[in-house]
């Protein structure tokens, strides 16, 4: 599934089709309307506008964890080392406030050094170098462990199809904020033409994520 980096009228008629989710931040604080799928991102990537980590978590608990594919733990752009660190105190936080938790794969990151029992679903981030060749391993390890997988930054069709061909269950991208008239015929065709292809995945069910989680009830106890 596609995760639309922003919001738009062009589009609002795919998320209530569930054709497309959408990935909200603190910096974008958008409202996610019954039924929508969605995923909660820390927003780090632009430190210019990041919130930190203390009001990350305390906007989280603000949200409904409800159709929500996963919350993503607050990490360091390139460093596996640091993003260890410090996304380690915030992900059991983050499955006790009833969301599955999501461990940012960064640059450095190898089979024996992610913490796999610590997350729900593994989010691939890092430089171009390692997205587009450095995690693959980590891909095929992470679905070996049963865990889902999501790609950020996939603004092209080509990117697209590689990490489709790899297996992952979502992605997200600023795509559709460029154009969004234009592009969006073009989202459209991607996702098509994958349909067409078939698939040797099936798609993310927060549901099942959740089951091992706690309840959302318990998120006030966590501020």
Same mark, same amino acid.
């Given at each position: 599934?596609?995760?639309?980096?922003?919001?738009?009228?062009?589009?609002?008629?795919?998320?209530?089709?569930?054709?497309?989710?959408?990935?909200?931040?603190?910096?974008?604080?958008?409202?996610?309307?019954?039924? %929508?799928? %969605?995923?909660?991102?820390?927003?780090?990537?632009?430190?210019?506008?990041?919130?930190?980590?203390?009001?990350?978590?305390?906007?989280?608990?603000?949200?409904?964890?409800?159709?929500?594919?996963?919350?993503?733990?607050? *990490?360091?752009?390139? *460093?596996?080392?640091?993003?260890?660190?410090?996304?380690?105190?915030?992900?059991?936080?983050?499955?006790?406030?009833?969301?599955?938790?999501?461990?940012?794969?960064? *640059?450095?990151?190898?089979?024996?050094?992610?913490? %796999? /029992? *610590?997350? /729900?679903?593994?989010?691939?981030?890092?430089? /171009?170098?390692?997205?587009?060749?450095?995690?693959?391993?980590?891909?095929?390890?992470?679905?070996?462990?049963?865990?889902?997988?999501?790609?950020?930054?996939?603004?092209?069709?080509?990117?697209?199809?590689?990490?489709?061909?790899?297996?992952?269950?979502?992605? /997200?991208?600023?795509?559709?904020?460029?154009?969004?008239?234009?592009?969006?015929?073009?989202?459209?065709? %991607?996702?098509?033409?994958?349909?067409?292809?078939?698939?040797?995945?099936?798609?993310?069910?927060?549901?099942?994520?959740?089951?091992?989680?706690?309840?959302?009830?318990?998120?006030?106890?966590?501020?």
């Amino acid at each position: 599934m596609y995760l639309a980096g922003n919001k738009n009228k062009a589009w609002l008629h795919l998320l209530d089709a569930g054709e497309i989710g959408l990935l909200n931040t603190p910096a974008n604080n958008y409202v996610i309307e019954s039924g %929508w799928t %969605w995923a909660a991102d820390n927003g780090c990537f632009n430190h210019r506008t990041y919130v930190g980590d203390h009001k990350w978590f305390a906007w989280l608990l603000r949200q409904d964890p409800n159709n929500c594919l996963f919350a993503t733990a607050p *990490d360091v752009v390139g *460093d596996h080392a640091a993003t260890v660190e410090r996304a380690t105190p915030w992900l059991q936080q983050i499955r006790q406030a009833g969301f599955p938790a999501a461990f940012v794969l960064q *640059d450095g990151a190898t089979v024996d050094t992610v913490p %796999w /029992d *610590d997350f /729900d679903v593994a989010f691939v981030g890092g430089t /171009d170098a390692f997205k587009l060749g450095g995690a693959d391993d980590l891909i095929a390890e992470t679905h070996r462990r049963g865990k889902p997988v999501h790609v950020g930054r996939v603004n092209s069709g080509k990117r697209y199809e590689r990490f489709a061909a790899l297996g992952v269950q979502s992605c /997200d991208g600023t795509f559709l904020g460029f154009g969004p008239q234009a592009n969006l015929p073009h989202l459209q065709s %991607w996702i098509r033409k994958h349909k067409e292809q078939g698939t040797l995945w099936s798609p993310l069910d927060p549901a099942h994520l959740r089951m091992e989680t706690a309840p959302a009830t318990e998120r006030k106890n966590h501020v």
